[in-house]
């Protein structure tokens, strides 16, 4: 499976927009790229996920680059809620979701 | 609409035993999998069904096994115990199956084997 690299942790302040960044320099063209999250003490969340063209929904908006080498995940307004493991995941016809490391989003007042 | 649920929500078993964990699915969700979650290993696949079919299997022993049933509520089962088998066990259910699809996890069954 084609390999994501995230930073570890990240920082942001409430109310501000939080850009989360990925890297998957051997994305092949049937990889989508998901986004998950997990909170302390729960179970993963789905966030967002997309093939080629940036994506929208209630949670979070994804940006894809033009050669798909990269996506960053866009938190419009971050939320105290909103701190929690992100992963970046590429998903191909396989069944597994490959979760790496993630990145940590601490979330300050 | 209810989500998925795991039970129980905690255990603790001996080494050597068994156990049996139950997942059921979001209701029409035909996919679901397992997932094992350590500090040191995080995330790692088990396996998954669909339609009462396993369909992939992760890197793990035959002490791990499962099953679907035809309502697709799964079970999971791991026999002979060992200190090593405590972790968060995540079962995830999706609409259908395959890279397109979104999974949705429920909050997991503790295992701690002693």
């Known amino acids: 499976d084609a390999k994501t690299t995230q930073p570890n942790s990240m920082e942001s302040n409430e109310e501000e927009p939080v850009h989360l960044p990925c890297n998957h320099s051997?994305?092949?063209?049937?990889?989508?790229i998901h986004w998950y999250r997990q909170l302390p003490s729960q179970g993963p969340e789905y966030v967002i996920h997309?093939?080629?063209s940036n994506v929208n929904n209630r949670m979070a908006s994804l940006a894809i680059a033009e050669d798909r080498k990269s996506s960053t995940l866009i938190l419009h307004r971050a939320t105290l809620r909103d701190a929690a493991v992100y992963y970046c995941?590429?998903?191909?016809?396989?069944?597994?979701?490959?979760f790496g490391k993630g990145t940590s989003l601490l979330v300050t007042p | 609409k209810a989500g998925v649920t795991q039970t129980p929500r905690y255990l603790i078993k001996t080494r050597g035993q068994q156990v049996t964990l139950s997942c059921s699915p979001i209701?029409?969700?035909?996919?679901v999998s397992w997932y094992q979650q350590t500090p040191g290993q995080g995330l790692q696949f088990l396996f998954e069904?669909?339609?009462?079919?396993?369909?992939n299997k992760g890197n793990f022993p035959g002490r791990f096994s499962g099953r679907q049933f035809s309502n697709s509520r799964s079970e999971m089962n791991v026999s002979t115990l060992e200190l090593g088998d405590s972790a968060l066990y995540l079962c995830?259910?999706?609409?259908?199956?395959?890279?397109?699809?979104?999974?949705?996890f429920g909050q997991g069954t503790r295992l701690t084997v002693v």
């Open positions: 995830a259910s999706s609409l259908l199956s395959g890279e397109n699809t979104e999974a949705f």
């Open positions: 051997t994305i092949s063209g049937t990889d989508y």
């Open positions: 997309g093939l080629t």
């Open positions: 995941i590429l998903r191909d016809s396989g069944y597994a979701l490959n």
């Open positions: 209701s029409g969700h035909r996919s």
């Open positions: 069904y669909f339609s009462e079919t396993q369909r």
